[in-house]
Structure formats: C-alpha cells, structure tokens
C-alpha cells in the first residue's frame, strides 16, 4: 500500500551568521527525510525585516515539496531540523539562524493552537510570496481563493525583497 503524497510549501528563512549556508543546511537536512522530496526551489531573495526592524535583514526562499507525512508530523520534522540547527526562540520575529514555516499544505486548512495552514500571515509578506509566485504563481489560495500572483498584485507589504542569488 503507497502513500498519498501531499505538496507542501515551505518557506526558509535566515538572518544570523551564514545565512546562506544556513539554507543550504535546512534544505539538506529535508532531503535527508526519507517521506520528503524537494521538487522546486526558488531562488534566494534578501528581505528587509517585517515587526522587530532592528535586526539584519533575511534570506528566504521557499521549497515544493512532496511528503506523505500530514501536516503535525511535517511539523514535528522541520521544529526537530530547527532545534538541531541550534534555532533559539527568543523574540517573536527577532533574529533566527533558520526559520521553516509551512505555508500551504494541498488545499487543506489547519487551524490549532500549534499550527495553522495556509500560514495566517502568508499573503500580507512579500518575502514569502515573491519566491513562491517565482515557483508556483497559479496556485490558489485555499482561504484567499486569488493565486499567488494575484495575492502578490495586491500586497500592502511596501517592504524591499531583493533577489540575492538564483540558485541556493
């Protein structure tokens, strides 16, 4: 018997120490999940910090992934890749070697005190749709009902996203 495979979008972001590797070590560190398989990436985009300003601005990119896991399992797997990373929670939106947020999971909405899908902010941050209009502009918003292009037309986040590299 197989697994129903679900595609997920993954947001990654870093802005401490070497951001890029820091990517580039999450990423490796999913593709080691054996019920995760990476199908995009988008490129690396440099983002002005969104809430706490006072800190050095971000990389973000987002992946299409294929898993069989559902969405609290999924979770569990990027907080653990967070936590041995060496991921602090100190502030909320202050500095973070690695952020992995779950922003759309099929067309399945979440709502718990531990997760929510799509990822409640998702659609007001320029950092998270750029790089997810860049891989998958047609997808439609399961709550919004717009595409991430559209979404992205219409975004009052007047912060800068710049891209910083094509490929991670």
């Known amino acids: 018997m197989g697994f129903t495979l679900a595609t997920v979008y993954v947001s990654l972001g870093s ?17 080691e999940v054996n019920r995760i398989s990476i199908k995009k ?3 690396v985009y440099e983002s002005e910090p969104v809430g706490y300003k006072n ?3 971000f990389l973000n990119l987002v992946l299409e992934i294929q898993t069989s896991f559902d969405p609290f399992p999924l979770l569990e797997h990027l907080l653990a890749i967070e936590d041995k990373m060496g991921r602090e929670r100190e502030e909320k ?16 909405i979440v709502n718990s005190d531990r997760l929510s899908i799509p990822h409640p902010q998702m659609h007001q941050r320029r950092f998270a749709l750029i790089p997810l209009a860049q891989i998958a502009p047609q997808l439609i918003h399961p709550l919004q009902k717009k595409s991430i292009e559209e979404l992205l037309e219409s975004c009052e986040d007047k912060s800068t996203v710049r891209l910083y590299s094509e490929k991670i």
């Not at 939106?93 to 399945?108: E, F, S, T």
Request: net charge positive; glycine share 6%.
């Open 15 to 31: 802005n401490l120490g070497d951001r890029f590797q820091h990517l580039r070590k999450a990423i490796k560190r999913m593709e």
């Open 41 to 43: 990436v988008s490129s």
């Open 55 to 57: 800190q050095r601005w």
């Open 93 to 108: 939106w202050g500095p973070r070697n690695i952020d992995l947020d779950l922003l759309l999971y099929d067309n399945r």
